[in-house]
């Protein structure tokens, strides 16, 4: 019966561990899409008055890594605490993490919602911008890819759409 329990609460603690970096996870994705939708970073002009390109997957990369994004608004590292472990390990753009790191995937909407539009460019109000961070679970997983049948998931993935202000 002891077996039993330990074996209840060894999944159960790696279910927990998994749970909290999924809820980690979403916060990243929520506050890196903010930035990335922020008016300030959306209508900047070079010395010469042309217009400078909104945010892309590589600038929202720099910013969960902590490198400088210049000359978007700067912010405080964003990835703290286990998600900064995880952006030491690595952020791509993409959508497969390297091993131990983050993954960064961008797509924009043109206005109204009725056609994708590209997000190299500098993108009006109204602009639709979704990021999808894909998260490698493998430093996480203290009992293996499955454990006595249970499977646990080899990446987690948050998703956030907002609109360009």
């Not at 500098?122 to 679970?137: K, Y």
Request: glycine residues 12%; charged residues 10%; hydrophobic residues 40%.
């Amino acid at each position: 019966m002891g077996a039993i329990a330990m074996i209840v609460l060894f999944v159960a603690i790696q279910l927990a561990a998994l749970g909290r970096e999924y809820m980690a996870l979403g916060e990243l994705n929520y506050q890196v899409t903010r930035w990335a939708t922020n008016p300030g970073n959306n209508g900047l002009k070079d010395s010469g008055g042309n217009a400078v390109n909104s945010p892309q997957c590589g600038d929202v990369a720099s910013l969960i890594h902590g490198d400088s994004v210049s000359p978007y608004a700067t912010v405080s590292k964003m990835a703290t605490g286990y998600m900064g472990k995880l952006a030491n390990a690595g952020v791509s753009c993409g959508t497969t993490p390297p091993t131990g790191g983050i993954a960064v995937a961008m797509a924009c909407t043109a206005a109204g919602g009725s056609t994708t539009t590209s997000c190299a460019a500098q993108r009006a109000a109204g602009t639709g911008v979704q990021i999808t961070l894909v998260m490698d679970t493998s430093t996480i997983l203290f009992l293996g890819n499955s454990f006595l049948g249970v499977p646990f998931p080899k990446t987690l993935s948050s998703s956030h759409v907002m609109l360009t202000q």
